[in-house]
């Protein structure tokens, strides 16, 4: 299994230096991937409940880096390590600026990125964007296929309702292709998923309801005629590390404890697992003592 970590973005490691030294420590470590979310605000009374935990958004998500900007900082002070987003909230950004900012990415990573997209959850965020709520999951679809008509055709002619891309060159292309990951947990993702997408951006669930929806991707994807076998999946973690016996995994308890969670989880098919321990450290020093904990647990 593939360790990585959530790269210093938000909250009290919403910095400059927290993201160079994390970054580099992470590398230098022997991770294999950093990744970045995408948060554009808190709002004082929501109308969509914060998927998981409590449904309260996190008090730390009241500072949030842009995700572009983080990975390009990441992708300068690294050399080897792999550059994920999980997940770019797709629908908020028009797909020829969406496609630019990702290009630009992979191309000053020499071909390290790995494009993780989704839809969102709030509503409140739709509307600061001044995109539609409703139709949402249309708006995605067409969004992934102006971004294959732009990486992989040229000249790129790309057209529907929402965005017309006349007959243009439209360059630099991605060093290769990126892989593209896509959220989700509904029925309808998980089938977009295994239709469409190289591997599925999951989180950290009771491997009961995990197994199921991963079985469901593998099934989409024969069904369209994609081999299952080549799908990765890649798990976000983002415990609350507290004393033993405390905890209850995989949403809090010791290293031990969550790690031993992790390890089955990659025994029931998850290929890579990335921490985001920015809930539960307290400073650099001490996000970058509990990822090495993690990698001396994680097989």
């Known amino acids: 299994?593939?360790?990585?970590?959530?790269?210093?973005?938000?909250?009290?490691f919403a910095s400059p230096s927290s993201l160079r030294l994390v970054a580099q420590e992470a590398e230098a470590m022997g991770l294999d991937s950093l990744w970045v979310g995408d948060r554009?605000?808190?709002?004082?009374?929501?109308?969509?409940?914060?998927?998981?935990?409590?449904?309260?958004?996190?008090?730390?998500?009241?500072?949030?880096?842009?995700?572009?900007?983080?990975?390009?900082?990441?992708?300068?002070?690294?050399?080897?390590?792999?550059?994920?987003?999980?997940?770019?909230n797709a629908c908020w950004y028009p797909p020829p600026l969406l496609a630019r900012s990702l290009t630009t990415i992979d191309r000053l990573s020499d071909g390290r990125l790995d494009v993780g997209l989704g839809l969102g959850w709030s509503s409140d965020e739709y509307a600061?964007?001044?995109?539609?709520?409703?139709?949402?999951?249309?708006?995605?679809?067409?969004?992934?296929?102006?971004?294959?008509?732009?990486?992989?055709?040229?000249p790129v002619a790309y057209s529907n309702e929402l965005w017309t891309v006349a007959p243009s060159r439209i360059q630099p292309k991605p060093v290769?292709?990126?892989?593209?990951?896509?959220?989700?947990?509904?029925?309808?993702?998980?089938?977009?998923?295994?239709?469409?997408?190289?591997?599925?951006?999951?989180?950290?669930?009771?491997?009961?309801?995990?197994?199921?929806?991963?079985?469901?991707?593998?099934r989409s994807a024969e069904s369209a005629g994609r081999d299952p076998e080549a799908l990765r999946m890649v798990m976000r973690a983002n415990p609350k590390i507290t004393g033993k016996?405390?905890?209850?995994?995989?949403?809090?308890?010791?290293?031990?404890?969550?790690?031993?969670?992790?390890?089955?989880?990659a025994a029931a098919g998850v290929h890579e697992v990335?921490?985001?321990?920015?809930?539960?450290?307290?400073?650099?020093?001490?996000?970058l003592k509990l990822a090495g904990e993690f990698r001396s647990h994680l097989t």
């Open 128 to 154: 600061a964007v001044g995109v539609p709520w409703q139709s949402r999951a249309a708006r995605y679809e067409a969004t992934l296929d102006a971004l294959e008509a732009i990486w992989h055709s040229d």
């Open 274 to 287: 990335f921490l985001d321990l920015q809930l539960t450290a307290t400073d650099d020093q001490h996000l």
């Open 40 to 88: 554009l605000m808190t709002p004082l009374e929501p109308k969509d409940r914060y998927p998981g935990g409590d449904g309260a958004i996190p008090e730390e998500h009241g500072v949030f880096l842009d995700p572009f900007a983080v990975l390009s900082v990441a992708a300068s002070v690294t050399s080897r390590v792999r550059l994920g987003s999980s997940a770019l």
């Open 176 to 218: 290769g292709r990126p892989p593209l990951y896509l959220a989700g947990f509904s029925p309808g993702a998980l089938q977009r998923i295994g239709r469409r997408a190289d591997g599925w951006l999951t989180a950290a669930m009771p491997l009961s309801m995990l197994v199921p929806m991963w079985d469901s991707v593998r």
């Open 245 to 265: 016996g405390q905890g209850t995994p995989p949403v809090s308890g010791t290293v031990a404890q969550i790690a031993s969670y992790l390890n089955e989880a």
């Open 1 to 12: 299994m593939r360790i990585g970590l959530a790269v210093p973005q938000y909250g009290r």
